[in-house]
């Protein structure tokens, strides 16, 4: 039983060799299409892709930011190519399984459709070393799971995964889902710079998508805040995603990524 991963990554320069790189080790095959990055995400993964046959690399120059469709598009071509199962992952994730590795863990589920993966949040902190991997240097996290997991899908014809990598379903089947297997580290907002340009490029490849105004709204509002005002977006960094004392706030516990 095969199971892949794929992702659609665009700027994730900083730390798309620590994920993808992870994922690696995980599942059987991984996919990753790259929507035109102006860093250098790109190159980094045809260099992994030249160290990594398991690697398939994808050029996405489609501008708008239909994940949905384009994330079921390379899921549709991971079971043209023998996968049982699928992990649609992003760039700023780590996934894993408390049990073992994920393809061994999701092969021992032959009769099931839906693994969800419980999600925790990493902050950024003023006592977090300056420099190096953010998935190594941000060791504190929200202590409870975000309200959405992400989850891995069996492999169908009528497989479709839904916006945001929350949810996928079938055609008359939505099969039964496998609890409390899988989990993700998420890295979202790793520096002021990062999530600026984030939710800029972000809002504007969904307005491009003509995308409804409920998809991506934190980036839509993001993007608009710092159009009326620059730097905007800096004050929400540090006010929502970063602690000057994590050891004081009862929401934070100081977990590095496994």
């Known amino acids: 039983m095969s199971t892949f991963a794929v992702s659609m990554v665009r700027d994730e320069a900083d730390i798309i060799a620590a994920t993808v790189g992870r994922m690696l080790t995980q599942v059987d095959r991984v996919i990753v299409a790259d929507n035109m990055s102006t860093d250098e995400t790109a190159s980094i993964l045809w260099d992994l892709a030249a160290s990594h046959p398991t690697l398939t690399v994808l050029n996405d120059h489609e501008v708008a930011y239909s994940q949905s469709e384009k994330m079921t598009r390379l899921a549709q071509s991971a079971r043209e190519q ?24 999701l092969a021992g589920f032959p009769d099931y459709a839906v693994a969800p993966a419980r999600l925790y949040d990493h902050v950024a902190t003023a006592t977090d070393p300056v420099e190096g991997d953010p998935v190594v240097r941000l060791g504190w996290r929200r202590r409870e799971p975000g ?112």
């Open 147 to 258: 309200g959405l997991p992400k989850v891995a899908c069996r492999a169908s014809a009528d497989l479709v995964i839904e916006m945001g990598n929350h949810g996928c379903h079938y055609g008359p089947w939505n099969g039964r889902e496998i609890p409390g297997q899988l989990v993700v580290r998420h890295f979202p907002y790793r520096s002021v710079e990062q999530m600026t340009r984030k939710a800029v490029q972000g809002a504007a490849a969904l307005d491009a998508a003509g995308a409804p105004p409920q998809h991506g709204k934190h980036w839509r509002d993001y993007a608009a805040l710092e159009a009326g005002s620059p730097g905007a977006i800096g004050e929400v960094f540090h006010t929502w995603f970063w602690s000057a004392d994590p050891r004081a706030s009862a929401e934070l516990i100081f977990d590095p990524c496994p």
């Open 82 to 105: 023998g996968a049982e199962w699928v992990v649609p992952f992003d760039a700023d994730e780590v996934w894993y399984s408390p049990f073992g590795r994920i393809a061994d863990v």
